[in-house]
């Protein structure tokens, strides 16, 4: 029978599960670690104070350790980090599924007096055999699969195994490239159009990172901000970013092209302190006005109630940069943080878009991002169109503009020169390639 945990205090801590992890593996065939972090927790404890939390996680905790009874074990890693380890088990199939119980599980709400909350998580896997295992670089391997799952635009879930020796080895090498990649000028931005659905004419861009690797060609952002967080380098990542979005700016006005660039920001940039000195320098050296950038925030960045990110966003908006939110509702939207903050725009995430045509809820919550936007003075962009039928539901919805596939992937800046010298632009690309 499974325990039953009466304070978080009984619950093992990092130390006491990694040990408990450590001695299974010495007892086992294999054996799957699972880390599951609970998405956005620290709105609960802003919202409802630290002691709530604490019940909520209390009961978390014991409704995994139920849900998988005594076969699996749980500790807690971190904060809002638990860890469930499941010996003798190794099957990617059978992990996969256990991350799928676990999510269909706490769609019920737990409750506390006039309280609810529905836990949704991120969760990242590895599995060894007893053969060649090392605790700390097992233990390290589920936290960079949890790292992956986070950064997962569709999937919260990650897995990784010992088999995947040689992409570890790849990931090491590509760190070690990367201070050369900025010094060789292997990296480029490419530039996916932002459209007007009613006239189906380019209005701006959004900037995205690629990396011509001598080796392995084209990569898209992932491996590479892996690396520049690896190093602490995502200053100087974001940095060369912005300058590179000015450059790009300057050739679109050699070419007659006033439209604007959204540029991806990364936390560690907004918690910077030169940000606006390094902005307020590239629009005086390219004599580019600031009202030509838009900064892209992730929601979960947007809405962390910062004083310092508020401080900076209220900055930049003052020297008239654009800010937005990227992937709105694809996380719990604290809307109260919403109606708080300055923006010009949102950006529904595609997840809502796709499958647009088969669940009228898209629909529905597409035209309530659609009519928060407008009472906010915003504009709404969506994300991910592919398909024609798409297009007219957004356009019946009054959604103005938007990217995606049926448009454009992101291609490099002399080809979107041409594509903004075509009539339309639909179909210039296949819809499948990521961008």
């Not at 923006?343 to 809502?352: A, E, T, V």
């Amino acid at each position: 029978m499974s325990q039953v945990h009466t304070s978080l205090a009984t619950i093992p801590n990092r130390f006491a599960f990694i040990d408990s992890v450590s001695r299974q593996a010495s007892r086992c065939t294999s054996l799957s670690l699972m880390l599951v972090d609970v998405v956005r927790f620290s709105d609960v404890t802003t919202s409802l104070g630290i002691h709530i939390g604490d019940r909520f996680l209390l009961e978390i905790a014991n409704r995994i350790q139920s849900l998988f009874g005594s076969s699996a074990s749980v500790g807690r890693i971190s904060g809002d980090v638990f860890g469930i380890v499941f010996p003798n088990e190794s099957n990617d199939v059978i992990m996969r599924r256990m991350f799928e119980r676990l999510v269909e599980h706490f769609k019920t709400p737990m409750h506390h007096e006039n309280n609810a909350f529905i836990a949704d998580f991120n969760v990242g896997v590895v599995s060894a055999q007893r053969t060649g295992f090392d605790i700390t670089t097992f233990v390290s391997r589920a936290e960079t699969a949890l790292k992956q799952a986070k950064e997962n635009k569709y999937d919260n879930y990650f897995a990784l195994s010992t088999k995947d020796k040689m992409d570890t080895g790849r990931s090491l090498a590509l760190k070690a490239d990367l201070k050369r990649a900025l010094a060789n000028g292997e990296l480029e931005l490419y530039f996916q159009p932002k459209v007007d659905l009613s006239t189906l004419q380019i209005v701006g861009a959004e900037c995205l990172l690629r990396w011509n690797h001598p080796l392995d060609g084209v990569l898209f952002p992932g491996p590479l901000i892996e690396a520049a967080e690896s190093y602490n380098m995502m200053n100087e990542l974001g940095y060369w970013t912005l300058e590179q979005a000015f450059k790009a700016l300057a050739n679109f006005d050699s070419h007659r092209l006033d439209i604007t660039l959204a540029v991806n920001i990364s936390p560690t940039q907004l918690y910077d302190n030169q940000l606006v000195p390094t902005l307020k320098s590239l629009s005086s050296h390219y004599n580019m006005p600031l009202s030509r950038i838009e900064l892209e925030l992730t929601e979960d960045v947007a809405l962390s109630n910062s004083l310092m990110v508020k401080k900076q966003l209220d900055q930049l908006r003052y020297l008239g940069v654009s800010i937005s939110v990227d992937d709105f509702g694809k996380g719990y939207s604290n809307l109260a943080y919403i109606r708080d903050l300055d923006l010009d725009s949102l950006k529904i995430d595609k997840s809502f878009v796709m499958e647009l045509e088969q669940h009228p809820v898209n629909r529905a919550i597409i035209e309530a991002a659609r009519i928060i936007g407008q009472a906010k003075g915003c504009s709404v962009v969506a994300e991910g169109i592919e398909t024609i039928d798409q297009l007219h539901i957004l356009r019946e919805v009054g959604v103005s503009q938007g990217q995606g596939y049926l448009f454009s992937r992101a291609v490099p800046l002399n080809d979107f020169v041409m594509l903004t010298q075509q009539d339309i632009i639909i179909g210039h690309s296949p819809r499948r390639q990521k961008a």
